[in-house]
C-alpha cells in the first residue's frame, strides 16, 4: 500500500520545470578532470602522507577536507547519491527501505524538487533531481539522515553509530547522459547482484516507469541509451 501511495505523490512531480526540456537542461558542465573523490572507507585505507596530500589538493581546490566536493552548483538535473558509512548494508530490509524511500518523497516533494527517478540499495541510493535550490539539498539531507540515524540506531539498540555519508551529485549534461542515468538507476540492483531482473526489485522507479509507460518503452530507452561503463569506479 505504501509502494502505490509513493507513486501517486511523484507522480504530480514528474513534470517538466517551466521553461525546460526535459531532456534539455539549460546548463550543461561537468566536475573538473583529474580530482578523485575518496569515500570515508576509502580514505581511512591511506597511510598517513597520502591523507596529508590529499587534504591540501583538496582545499587548495576550495573544496572541504573530506566530504564530496559539489563545484557545480547551478539549476539543472543531477544524479544524487549517498552511501552509507563505511558502504555497510543498514538499509537491508524492506521496511527500512521504504521509510527511507517516504522519507526522501516527503522532504524533497514539499521543498519543491521535481524527482524523476529512484532506486534504495542495502549500503546506497540514488536518485535523479532536478534541482533548482542546490544549497537546499544538504538542509534536506540533514533531515532524512538525522531522523533515519535516530530511528535505526533505536531499533538496533545501538548508540552513536554513524549511518551515512555525505551525498555526492552528478550534473547530468545532455540527453543522452539522462537517459543512461534513468537506464542505470534502473539497472543498479542487477548490477550489484540483489535481483535477476530489474522489474524484482521493489524500492526503484522502474515500477512507476512501467505503469505510466510501459515495458516497451523501458526496453526501447535501454537499447537506444546503454548503460555500458556508467558507475565504473565511483559504483562499484
Known sequence: MAHYFMISCVKTMVVSPSGLNPLQPKNTGESPKGLTTFMMYEYRKLTPEQRKELVKQRLAKGFPPHSPPHPIQIEAFYLLTVACYEHQPYISTPHRRQE???LIFEQFINAGFDIRAWVILPNHYHLLVYVDKFPELSRLFN?????????????????KRKIWYSFSDRMIRNDNHYYQTLNYLHFNPVKHDYVPSPYD??????????EDYGRQW???AWVQYPVKDYGKDWDD
Open 143 to 159: 533531515i532524512i539522515h538525522g531522523r533515519t540515524s535516530r530511528y535505526w540506531n533505536l531499533e538496533d539498540q545501538v548508540t
Open 201 to 210: 526489485w521493489e524500492e526503484s522507479s522502474v515500477h512507476w516507469y512501467i
Open 218 to 220: 523501458l526496453r526501447d
Open 100 to 102: 527511507l524511500l517516504n
